[in-house]
């Protein structure tokens, strides 16, 4: 019960988090893009390699796959706590997968000069996907050693 509280607020805080970015104007968003873009590159040249194809653009996308792929651990962790049966949880993560970034997304449609991109929705939606498949990979692999104690 006390794990399903903690991952639970964990998910709620998260959401608020990837929300409260949206949030965010265009010139702050870019500039927190810039900021990551310089640390990237400069990581790049520190290990002698080529950084020049490297951009905002890429750091954006990459950022919203990273940010969705947490939100499919968290989410993972948080849902399988509950007791639903395999078909609940299942829809109740895909769905909470799918609305967030749309929801996400339609909030940047307010937001002075952002955009909600359907293909942000994708992207992100993508991530969930990747990070439920890590987290379930990780529990699986947990789980196995486990009983091996």
């Known amino acids: 019960m006390k794990k399903r509280l903690i991952w639970t607020v964990a998910a709620v805080l998260y959401i608020l988090f990837i929300y409260s970015n949206s949030l965010k104007t265009a010139d702050l968003s870019s ?7 310089e640390l990237v590159k400069n990581l790049f040249t520190s290990a002698g390699m080529e950084n020049r194809w490297l951009t905002e ?5 990459a950022g919203h ?4 792929t947490l939100l499919g651990m968290i989410l993972y962790q948080c849902v399988k706590l509950y007791d639903f049966d395999m078909e609940k949880r299942l829809f109740i993560h895909e769905a909470a997968g799918f609305l967030i970034p749309f929801i996400d997304e339609t909030i940047q449609l307010f937001v002075s000069g952002r955009s909600g991109q359907i293909s942000d929705v994708w992207l992100d939606f993508s991530g969930v996907a990747a990070g439920t498949m890590i987290a379930a990979l990780l529990f699986f692999i947990y789980a196995k050693e ?3 104690i």
Do not use: N, Q
């Open 31 to 37: 500039a927190d893009s810039g900021h990551v873009l």
């Open 65 to 68: 796959f990273t940010e969705y």
């Open 57 to 61: 653009h890429i750091i954006r996308k």
């Open 146 to 148: 486990w009983s091996k």
